[in-house]
């Protein structure tokens, strides 16, 4: 069956972030994601380019990772600004439970702090951080929710926002699905392809953001979406 690329799917929910789906399954899911991430994600090069850059040698500066799944671009963060001998605290959320019980679980440094919260919760304590990040959270959420989110971000943030996602396209769509054929016995092979379909396109993205948001192409099939806040 042909696959239209001119819309977002957003009637089919991706298998993990169902309730019931098989928890085992999913843990071998947020295991593989680390592989999955190192390889499509390109948050190596976001850190050297975009976060980096704005970290003050002997200040511990703060980072929320929104959406974190499994945790490891949230640990990766943190040990790329050990290695450049900088201070990043982060602080790494997710709604769902059984991924911040996985997270907490894996071998993790004192400068990385997992918590089952949502972006709402921490608004309401009134914390602020200087860099907010997400990967491939956008694509899962409704209207509603990318709206209550990026008005979160703005409320959270005193520096940049950072949300990285992938690209709607059928050739992306080609390319993975092969690919998601590397990892058995998890949900990537069912929700991967999925993922890309409930992806935005840029163009989609430009419109949908704020004033003061903007949107811009990384490599292969990606974009960031980006906020840099005007309050200290």
Do not use: K
Not at 72 to 92: M, P, Y
Not at 98 to 111: H, L, N
């Amino acid at each position: 069956m042909a696959v239209d690329f001119s819309r977002r799917e957003v009637s089919a929910r991706e298998r993990m972030d169902e309730p019931d789906c098989d928890l085992s399954t999913l843990r071998r899911t947020y295991a593989r994601f680390e592989l999955l991430n190192a390889l499509v994600s390109g948050w190596r090069r976001v850190y050297r380019t975009a976060v980096r850059p704005a970290l003050i040698p002997g200040r511990t500066m703060t980072l929320l990772d929104i959406g974190c799944g499994g945790g490891d671009v949230a640990r990766h963060l943190a040990a790329w600004a050990r290695r450049d001998g900088l201070r990043l605290q982060v602080t790494a959320i997710d709604a769902d439970a059984r991924a911040i019980t996985y997270a907490a679980a894996q071998p993790t440094s004192a400068d990385v702090t997992f918590r089952a919260a949502l972006s709402g919760d921490l608004v309401r304590e009134g914390q602020r951080f200087d860099f907010v990040t997400s990967n491939h959270l956008l694509h899962h959420l409704t209207g509603e929710e990318f709206t209550a989110l990026l008005r979160d971000c703005e409320q959270l943030c005193r520096g940049r926002v950072l949300h990285s996602d992938l690209t709607r396209s059928a050739l992306a769509y080609r390319l993975f699905t092969p690919l998601s054929l590397a990892f058995p016995g998890t949900f990537i092979r069912e929700d991967g392809p999925l993922s890309i379909r409930r992806s935005f396109t840029r163009a989609e993205l430009a419109a949908l953001a704020p004033p003061g948001w903007q949107v811009q192409p990384l490599f292969p099939f990606r974009h960031l979406l980006t906020y840099q806040s005007v309050h200290a």
